[in-house]
């Protein structure tokens, strides 16, 4: 699942290589997108979402207030 993922390898292709049915594949990606790894993901781009709502807040007030914007690096 990795080639296809994050190497963008195509499903017709993995399944002749392995000699499986192209749907077959397609039931394991499936099934993989309820697995731990994808709510661990979900969870880190919420966290991501959330700190970069923080700094876009905090440009707006200080746009608002008329202070300079200063960028900010590291959190």
């Known amino acids: 699942m990795v080639r296809i993922k994050e190497k963008g390898e195509r499903v017709p292709e993995l ?3 392995y ?3 192209p749907q077959s594949i397609y039931s394991l990606l499936a099934n993989s997108a309820n697995g731990p790894n994808t709510l661990l993901e979900l969870s880190k781009l919420k966290r991501e979402r959330d700190a970069l709502l923080k700094i876009v807040g905090e440009l707006i007030v200080d746009q608002k207030l008329g202070k300079k914007i200063q960028y900010r690096y590291g959190g």
């Open 15 to 17: 399944a002749k290589e």
């Open 19 to 21: 000699g499986v049915r």
